[in-house]
C-alpha cells in the first residue's frame, strides 16, 4: 500500500514562496506519475502538475511560470515550488501518484493521495 505524507504548506504574503513536498513509502516513487492538486473552499479539485516518470513536467496555465515541479528519487519525494503566490492560490495542495508511468492530469486518474496540506495567502 502506498503511503503519501504532504508537508510545507501554511500562511504567506502575496509575492511570497512556499516549498510543498510528498514523501512516498510503500512503494518507489521513480517509475510512476506523481501530480499536484488543489482544492479551494467550495470549489472542484484541479490540477496544479505533474511530473512523469521521465522526468517531463506539466503545468496548469495559472500557475505555468511561477510554481515548479520536482523529484528526487533518493530521497522518493516530490516537490512543488510556488513563487509569487497570489491570494488565489489559496487551496488545500494535495498529492497524489498512479500505479504507473501512464500520464494524466484529471485527479480521478490517480490512484493514491495524500492527506493535503493548506496553502493560505494573504493580499
Known amino acids: 500500500q502506498v503511503q503519501l505524507v504532504e508537508s510545507g504548506g501554511g500562511l504567506v504574503q502575496a509575492g511570497g514562496s512556499l516549498r510543498l513536498s510528498c514523501a512516498a513509502s510503500g512503494r518507489t516513487f521513480s517509475s510512476v506519475t506523481v501530480g499536484w492538486f488543489r482544492q479551494a473552499l467550495g470549489k472542484e479539485r484541479e490540477f496544479v502538475a505533474v511530473?512523469?516518470?521521465?522526468?517531463?513536467?506539466i503545468y496548469y496555465a495559472d500557475v505555468k511560470g511561477r510554481f515548479t515541479i520536482s523529484r528526487d528519487n533518493a530521497k522518493n519525494t516530490v516537490y512543488l515550488q510556488m513563487n509569487i503566490l497570489k491570494p488565489e492560490d489559496t487551496a488545500v495542495y494535495y498529492c497524489?501518484?498512479?500505479?504507473?508511468?501512464?500520464?494524466?492530469?484529471?485527479?480521478?486518474?490517480?490512484?493514491?493521495w495524500g492527506q493535503g496540506t493548506q496553502v493560505t495567502v494573504s493580499s
Open positions: 497524489a501518484a498512479r500505479s504507473d508511468s501512464v500520464v494524466y492530469t484529471s485527479p480521478e486518474k490517480f490512484d493514491y
Open positions: 511530473i512523469k516518470a521521465s522526468g517531463g513536467t
